[in-house]
């Protein structure tokens, strides 16, 4: 088992956002979380990572608790994330974006330079694995919307984590663009990275996700292989509005 | 070669600067100009000291004031009730500030923004009426008086002697920041300022480098505050605790360039330099303080980024050939570029015809 959460519960002021979400996702899988808008999904990210608290509920990864820990320790067990309105450091180069990412290691080794061999090495691997490596020395905020997408990928996977987390990858990329998330998912899977993926574009779901939760109203309503999801009727009666 | 001189010419501006800096007291004609050179001198190592924090991670401080008033009047009561030897009060003045600003800093870097800026302006208000009304222990208004560390030395050598102090303490400040700007812990500390959720998220404990960072920045401050209670020989609460100090050192900062080097130290340069002249000028009026807002106001129109940026990005200006950003890489180079890059890798299946269009779209885009 990888990610696991158990009767996570928040609410906002009147607004239940979660509502006692117990999800089981699958190690070494692409896991995709589905559901209308408003459904929870973010709100479930967000908990799972630490960004806010859950009223209730535990999470727990490979085994491990995590309910309560903050964001960066949560990424350090080993969890990466993006964000739904992708999130890079607007005035740092690319290059900078991604060597933000790596571990600066304690007291004497965080005051080595930023730049050594083998981290700049690793990070213009992964701007030259996700097609953006000569734009290494462009500021984050010159880029693209597209390009910043696949920068912040870039900064995810630099810190080596065997989870990640996509908010919604497809949201306001073109057709080829996404064509290429959606093989460099199955790639990075394939080297034995877990995905767990919100996404609202099916083709993208149904294509590339071995595993599919559906939320409906801060809790999951069902889950299964792609093929399954795709005839369930509550699915298609809650979400699919068929 | 282009390369070389990118090099040579920040290297050489730094030497230009040092040696103006080291030959000033042998220049100023009176006194009076020289003390105004250590006063000048004392903001250029404020404003690097609030860079920690305001330049790394774009959390502004008001606060600052305060705490160089800590830091002298810490020397001064070290001094006066404890008989330590001046510099050994000075030092273990700023290991105290240091320490009290492990729990400032726990307390006011839970919030950001705005209400960071509020909370600083708390601290300087809070501090400024505990120093006034504890009179028995600070002497309250009619201020505290700190025994010169020289008591044969006549008063342009005083000055001189601080001066030189002053430079040293100024130096291991920008040397300081320099270490940390270009190390794993300052490309952390400068995530947190573009975007702290995103730095915490990529694994970043955001929270502990801000309190680092904010007690070095508390400890460079309470030296250069002690340096002053020791050269100057009288402190008044109402001068120590002001918020004007952490606002000339805002000033100073932006105006220099927060993301630079010796922005903060330029800035000084100016802003300290112009402050004394308004005094001098304007005496006792609070003309000065008009003069200083339109000196802003000018400097963040021409110069929204500061003045060392406005001068690099003038000089790249004067140098077309050395620019590379994105902005001058053409869709057609681009498309170059990926072309020459297929016939590197042939084993792309979709690295043709849409790629090519995507990126032009890209940049357009």
Known sequence: ?242 | MPNVSRRWFPLGAVAVLAAAILAFPSLAPNPYILSSGVVVLNYAVLATSWNFVGGFTGYISLGHGALAGLGGYATGLLVTRADLPSFVALLVAALLVAALAVPLGLAALRVRGASFVIVSIALVLILLLVFQSWASLTGGSRGLVVPRPFPGLLRPEHHRVFFYLYAALLAVAVLTWWLLDRSRFGLGLKAIREDEDKAEALGTPTYAYKLIVFVLSAAFTALSGGLYALWFGDLDPVFQFSVLTGSYLVLMALLGGVRTLFGPLVGALIVGTALEYFKTEFGSTPLHLVATGVLLAVVVLVMPDGVLPAIAAGWRRLRPGEQSSIREMTAADLAEQRHRSRHDDRSGPQGDRPAAGETREEVHG
């Open chain 1, 1 to 242: 088992m990888t990610l696991e959460t158990v009767e996570l519960r928040k609410a906002f002021g009147g607004v239940v956002a979660l509502d006692g979400a117990s999800v089981a996702f699958q190690a070494g899988k692409v896991n995709a979380l589905i559901g209308p808008n408003g459904s929870g999904k973010t709100t479930f990210f967000n908990c799972v990572t630490g960004m806010i608290r859950p009223d209730s509920g535990r999470t727990t990864y490979q085994g491990q608790e995590i309910t309560r820990k903050p964001p960066h320790a949560i990424a350090r067990a080993g969890v990466g994330r993006t964000f739904q309105l992708c999130r890079v450091f607007p005035r740092m180069t690319a290059l900078d974006n991604v060597l933000a990412a790596v571990r600066p290691g304690g007291f004497p080794k965080g005051l080595r330079g930023a730049r050594s061999r083998s981290d700049l090495d690793r990070a213009r691997g992964w701007l030259t694995r996700l097609g953006i490596e000569h734009l290494a020395d462009a500021e984050a905020r010159a880029m693209s919307w597209g390009q910043q997408k696949l920068l912040e990928l870039a900064g995810v996977l630099m810190a080596e984590p065997e989870t990640i987390l996509l908010d919604e990858p497809a949201g306001g990329v073109n057709p080829a663009l996404l064509d290429r998330i959606g093989a460099l998912v199955r790639e990075l899977n394939a080297e034995g990275r877990t995905f767990v993926i919100v996404e609202h574009n099916m083709d993208l779901v149904m294509s590339i996700s071995d595993h599919v939760v559906v939320f409906d109203r801060g809790r999951p309503i069902a889950a299964g292989p792609p093929s399954v999801i795709r005839t369930d009727e509550r699915v298609l009666g809650a979400y699919l509005g068929v």
